[in-house]
């Protein structure tokens, strides 16, 4: 009698613990990179409103007359910056503390300073950011 051995043609049992611990390496590598892209894209919309919140106060600061912009002074405030385009709720706007410095480097020119300083959460762990900008302002007396 002639037997005819039949091979399988399934996966062993290694074969398939191999590939479930390299899918899941895989997909926790893709979770992650996600979860890093979401933190990122938060901070970069904060960061753009805070520079849109400093943009307004320079051009508010632009506004008055050179001898009404008061010397040597820093002024601190507590902002809100509208985080969802809602005016009437503030539960998810971003709080910060927004801090405009003025200086005369000459009696020409003043040199104004804003600074927003607000706290950002990343993974758990709280992070203070900061966005700078400033401008001179010229005097009247500087066209002539």
Same mark, same amino acid.
């Given at each position: ?11 062993? =049992? ?13 997909? =926790? ?38 001898? %009404? ?13 509208? %985080? ?9 706007? =971003? ?5 405009? %410095? ?10 104004? =300073? ?5 706290? !950002? ?9 900061? !966005? ?13």
């Amino acid at each position: 009698m002639i037997t005819k051995r039949i091979r399988s043609r399934g996966f062993t =049992l290694t074969e398939v613990v191999v590939a479930v611990c390299l899918l899941t390496i895989v997909w =926790l590598a893709a979770i992650n990179i996600m979860v890093i892209s979401a933190a990122s894209g938060s901070l970069a919309k904060h960061k753009a409103q805070a520079q849109y919140k400093i943009q307004q106060t320079i051009e508010a600061t632009r506004r008055k007359t050179f001898s %009404t912009i008061t010397n040597g002074v820093t002024v601190t405030n507590n902002e809100s910056i509208d %985080t969802k385009s809602t005016p009437d709720s503030t539960a998810d706007d =971003l709080k910060g503390t927004q801090t405009v %410095t003025v200086t005369t480097p000459n009696v020409y020119y003043k040199k104004v =300073l804003v600074q927003l300083t607000w706290n !950002e959460s990343f993974f758990g762990r709280r992070k203070s950011v900061s !966005e700078y900008a400033g401008t001179f302002i010229a005097s009247d007396q500087q066209a002539n």
